[in-house]
Nanobody
Framework: QVQLVESGGGLVQPGGSMRLSCAASGRTFTSYNMAWFRQAPGREREFVAVISWSGGATDYNLSVKGRFAISRDNAKNTVDLQMNHLKPEDTALYYC??????????????????WGRGTQVTVSS
């Protein structure tokens, strides 16, 4: 099991940028593919971005592709989400998640065993 703590959320204006970070502790960080999910009020949790254990492969929700970038630092046990050109519809609680399913780059929430508590991102003028 790995413990995950997100940080970096807050209020930002439309068109602005924000960087989220997730710190992991516990089991070896390179045992996990890592992802970000989000959940807006009244909506289901949705996939945002995923990165492989080595950092060599990534995938994104089409709604954020070209605006968001996921990265990881295996020496520091962190995974970040750089969010640019933010829109009001990006407003949500953002969760960091870890998956031991390494042979595929899954984007399905049920394949992620460990979750953080989330950090709120609000995009509003």
């Amino acid at each position: 099991q790995v413990q995950l703590v997100e940080s970096g959320g807050g209020l930002v204006q439309p068109g602005g940028s924000m960087r989220l970070s997730c710190a992991a502790s516990g089991r070896t960080f390179t045992s996990y593919n890592m992802a970000w999910f989000r959940q807006a009020p009244g909506r289901e949790r949705e996939f945002v971005a995923v990165i492989s254990w080595s950092g060599g492969a990534t995938d994104y929700n089409l709604s954020v592709k070209g605006r968001f970038a996921i990265s990881r630092d295996n020496a520091k046990n962190t995974v970040d989400l750089q969010m640019n050109h933010l829109k009001p519809e990006d407003t949500a609680l953002y969760y960091c998640a870890a998956s031991t399913l390494l042979r595929v780059l899954s984007i399905r929430a049920e394949n992620f065993q460990d979750w953080g508590r989330g950090t709120q991102v609000t995009v509003s003028s």
